[in-house]
């Protein structure tokens, strides 16, 4: 049996040992352990330094430059270990010391240093000087405990740039979840090493594994074709037979105009709403307000129709598994609340309050989506805010959607894209939140004031529903730095559209 190294030089024609190849050895450092030495103060040196700390925020750093920058002054402030020495280079610099970075852009000092530290026996990295370096600062992927580490064997900065790009869009978040998991289920296995290594293996093999697709042959195709045709023809008999032509081309002329109008509305909406998580509301009430109706019924007719159209969203989310369970279930129980108090009021005081409410509400998600669109095109820097207070963020949403026809969405997905959740999987878990918060509005409505306005409700309904496996498809595609400027853009253009309509 041929070795992998007989294959690789079968395939490339070429002893594996007259091409170059990347011999350095991966190691994690415990650099908080380690004392630096940070010789250089300017552009290159902030880099050096924001990369340490980033990685290891208590590391002890001494900074030695002539010059140091304020950027380089501004990271000292917010790390008190790091040590600032604005003076020349002495060689004294390198006793008690781990690990040498040189960041200055005078080769002659630069290797003056590198050889005062060699002599001590130190390991020294030379900015843009890899054949001077005894180890390379990596490119370096993190999401929480998870942390990959890019090398090009000094070759090309810039293509381990693009690597660490992809593999930040292509992990989501919620991968760090996963390894806690894993964490706590190896510590509750018993056995040693070996068994639990098994044990483990077995139980995130499904994770790997094809699963085996039953092949359908072509004569069982054509059965099952042929059976569907005659089902058809059965219940097109069925019909006809108790419902003549002239009776459907009555109910044809009797459908209310508008009707067709709402299934374009509804469908629209839909396409929108579930592959970016939000405008549904927004985008019905628009159009419903051009229709002279007024805001309690217009709330009523849209969480009535959304109930279904959303419960379909909903689960074609979760089957092209865009929805993270623990995310989802921190969102139904605020939001149902905050639902049910707004349709309640809004049921009692029409529209009364509601102008006040929503231009606050417009004037947050315009600006929020102005701030996701930027982040969207920023290079090589993750604008993040905190994480939100889940609970009331979903009350609040919940109060506005139902009392203000609209406004989960762009505040729910919004808030949660800004806070660096992927946005693949905030929209899916908004949109399985979206459905209880609608079911629970729909109710209220229809317990307190009934339902009016049936072919609004059924055109809203039936363009959904069409719309709605497209729409979950589609969120499962787009890559991630897409999803962010669609959601921004859409956040933006919703918020304008309710401004404009209000002033």
Not at 4 to 13: A, D, F, I, Y
Not at 202 to 219: A, R, S, W, Y
Not at 301 to 321: M, Q, R
Not at 387 to 409: E, H, K, Q, R, S
């Amino acid at each position: 049996m041929a070795t992998e190294q007989q294959l690789v030089e079968e395939q490339t024609g070429s002893p594996v040992s007259d091409r170059e190849s990347n011999r350095l050895f991966p190691v994690f450092l415990k650099l908080e352990e380690l004392r630096v030495l940070l010789v250089g103060g300017g552009k290159v040196g902030t880099e050096k330094l924001t990369a340490i700390l980033g990685n290891s925020p208590a590391a002890v750093v001494t900074v030695v430059a002539i010059t140091i920058s304020d950027e380089v002054c501004r990271l000292a402030s917010q790390h008190p270990q790091v040590v600032l020495q604005e003076r020349p280079f002495n060689v004294h610099d390198l006793d008690n010391k781990d690990v040498v970075v040189i960041a200055v852009n005078d080769k002659e000092i630069s290797s003056g240093v590198r050889n005062a530290a060699k002599e001590k026996g130190l390991l020294v990295n030379v900015a843009d000087t890899p054949d001077q370096c005894d180890f390379y600062l990596s490119s370096i992927v993190q999401k929480g405990n998870l942390k990959i580490a890019i090398s090009t064997n000094g070759k090309s900065p810039t293509m381990a740039k693009r690597l660490k790009e992809m593999l930040h869009q292509a992990l989501p978040n919620e991968v760090d979840d996963v390894i806690n998991n894993m964490h706590l289920i190896r510590n509750k296995l018993n056995g040693n090493f070996d068994h639990k290594v098994k044990e483990l293996n077995n139980i995130t093999k499904v994770l790997v594994e094809d699963k085996p697709q039953e092949k359908i042959f072509p004569g069982k195709k054509i059965a099952l074709y042929a059976i569907g045709v005659l089902l058809i023809m059965l219940l097109g008999h069925v019909v006809f037979s108790f419902i003549t032509l002239d009776q459907m081309v009555d109910f044809y002329h009797g459908i209310d105009p508008n009707f067709y109008w709402m299934c374009l509305t509804g469908f629209l909406a839909q396409i929108v709403a579930g592959s970016m998580g939000m405008g549904y509301g927004v985008m019905c009430t628009t159009v419903l307000l051009t229709l002279g109706i007024s805001p309690p019924a217009i709330s009523s007719s849209i969480h009535t129709a959304e109930t279904f159209t959303s419960g379909v969203t909903a689960y074609s989310h979760y089957k092209y598994g865009n929805v993270n369970a623990k995310l989802a279930k921190s969102l139904v129980l605020p939001g149902v609340i905050g639902a049910v108090v707004g349709s309640l009021l809004l049921a009692k005081f029409g529209d009364d309050y509601a102008k006040y409410i929503r231009p606050v509400l417009a004037g947050y998600t315009l600006l929020l989506g102005i701030r996701i669109l930027l982040n969207a095109f920023k290079k090589n820097k993750t604008v993040k805010q905190g994480n939100p207070n889940i609970p009331v963020l979903a009350t609040i949403g919940g109060f506005i959607d139902a009392f203000g026809g609209g406004g989960w969405g762009p505040l729910m997905t919004g808030t949660m894209v800004k806070s660096g959740r992927t946005p693949r999987f905030a929209i899916g878990s908004v949109c399985v939140g979206k459905f209880f918060i609608t079911l629970a509005s729909a109710i209220t409505f229809f317990a307190s004031m009934g339902i009016s306005h049936w072919p609004i409700i059924a055109g809203l309904f039936l363009g959904g529903i069409i719309a709605a496996p497209f729409s979950a498809r589609l969120a499962s595609k787009l890559p991630p730095k897409t999803m962010f400027v669609c959601v921004g853009i859409v956040v933006v253009l919703c918020s304008l559209k309710i401004i404009t309509k209000i002033f």
